[in-house]
């Protein structure tokens, strides 16, 4: 009876070993506007972004692999937010402190500031050993770095990127920038079947701008992906959130993300001051080289600006964790984009879910804090 028992914890202790694990982290876009520039100069004239990460730090660092959607070049001086953007260098280095492992460089601001730009910020981005994907200095380049295999344990991840268009900017030969183009992409997925892959990720840069639902090219360009042999595609462009689904085919489970929405800016329109943080996991199973979606689901972040907040930077807020010191006025916008987000993705979203304990913990937060508030006014009144 005892070697039975032996035999079976053997045999299961096989059967785990025989797992492989990836927790990838998938953000939207990282955007850096005036304001934010404004905020960041210190007194001695360089940049800070520590405090605009230093909230969601701990969620992006547990994740195996890290990936957002850089939406500004490095230029150089002088410093810019929009229609052009080019940001501090500090600016990238925060990113990579906060957790970020890879940056997305294929969306229509990656010419923002010409050859120049797009020469520098690959250039900052090596110069971090930041693997990204999108935006090449000539074929040779992008032949080499292009797709993007990222690997964790025995997990091999092709990654794609490409973008609708850069805002009217020609790019300058040799310089390649990756267009959604389906000759493009299908000779590019033959290339990634070659790296012979786990799995194959397309992030798109793609849809309508404050949007909350993907339109019909998306959803047509995410069919034609997936019969293409992609496994799992992320969105990013309409600065504000759209939905996520989990859809079963013939090849599998897939993740589609059509647009996580902002990251971190300064943009105030309705929706755009936050976004979706997705979460997938996959499990390989090294035995039958099988891959499959373990889990997937997202955390909501908002940007504190400091004309809502009264703080001198922008701030990031994980949706669901205490919101200390902010004002009654910047907790009702929180609150009010939570609520209109929450709703959208509850009625939209297929199989993947918010962490329902953070969902519930917000609600009772917000409660409280507008109990204390009410204690405060009351007191001070009186």
């Known amino acids: 009876m005892r070697a039975f028992a032996t035999l079976i914890?053997?045999?299961?202790?096989?059967?785990?070993?025989?797992?492989?694990?990836?927790?990838?982290?998938?953000?939207?876009?990282?955007?850096?506007?005036?304001?934010?520039?404004?905020?960041?100069?210190?007194?001695?004239?360089?940049?800070?972004?520590?405090?605009?990460f230093a909230r969601v730090e701990s969620l992006i660092k547990s994740a195996d692999i890290a990936i957002g959607n850089l939406e500004v070049t490095f230029g150089g001086?002088?410093?810019?937010?929009?229609?052009?953007?080019?940001?501090?260098?500090?600016?990238?280095?925060?990113?990579?402190?906060?957790?970020?492992?890879?940056?997305?460089?294929?969306?229509?601001?990656?010419?923002?500031?010409?050859?120049?730009?797009?020469?520098?910020?690959?250039?900052?981005?090596d110069s971090l050993d930041m693997p990204h994907a999108g935006t090449y200095r000539d074929s040779s380049e992008r032949a080499n770095r292009y797709p993007l295999l990222l690997r964790h344990n025995d997990i091999?991840?092709?990654?794609?990127?490409?973008?609708?268009?850069?805002?009217?900017?020609?790019?300058?030969?040799?310089?390649?920038?990756?267009?959604?183009?389906?000759?493009?992409?299908?000779?590019?997925?033959?290339?990634?079947?070659?790296?012979?892959?786990?799995v194959i990720i397309a992030c798109m840069h793609w849809g309508d701008e404050y949007v909350s639902l993907p339109n019909r090219t998306q959803k047509q360009l995410a069919d034609w992906l997936l019969a293409q042999g992609v496994d799992h595609i992320i969105g990013t462009h309409p600065h504000v959130v759209q939905p996520a689904e989990i859809r079963t085919t013939d090849t599998g489970r897939h993740v589609i993300a059509y647009s996580l929405g902002n990251f971190i800016s300064d943009m105030s329109a309705r929706d755009t001051d936050g976004g979706m943080i997705l979460s997938l996991t996959l499990d390989k199973d090294t035995l039958s080289g099988e891959t499959s979606i373990a889990d997937c689901s997202y955390r909501l972040v908002w940007t504190g600006r400091p004309v809502l907040t009264g703080k001198e930077n922008y701030a990031l807020y994980l949706i669901g964790e205490p919101g200390d010191s902010l004002t009654l006025t910047a907790y009702k916008r929180m609150a009010a984009y939570t609520e209109r987000t929450r709703r959208l993705l509850d009625r939209y979203n297929v199989g993947i879910n918010e962490n329902i304990s953070y969902k519930k913990s917000h609600e009772k937060i917000f409660l409280k804090y507008l109990q204390n508030q009410r204690k405060s006014l009351s007191l001070h009144r009186f």
Do not use: W
């Open 156 to 198: 091999r991840i092709a990654l794609l990127a490409y973008t609708y268009a850069t805002n009217g900017i020609p790019v300058s030969p040799p310089n390649i920038v990756n267009l959604i183009d389906t000759a493009l992409i299908r000779h590019d997925i033959a290339t990634a079947r070659a790296m012979r892959p786990d």
């Open 77 to 125: 001086t002088p410093y810019t937010g929009y229609p052009c953007f080019s940001a501090p260098d500090s600016y990238l280095q925060a990113i990579k402190s906060a957790g970020f492992d890879v940056l997305l460089t294929a969306n229509n601001h990656c010419l923002d500031r010409r050859k120049r730009g797009l020469h520098r910020t690959i250039a900052l981005l």
């Open 9 to 52: 914890l053997l045999l299961y202790s096989v059967i785990l070993s025989a797992q492989e694990r990836v927790t990838l982290l998938f953000a939207g876009d990282l955007m850096q506007h005036r304001r934010q520039i404004e905020a960041a100069r210190t007194p001695v004239g360089d940049y800070d972004y520590t405090p605009c």
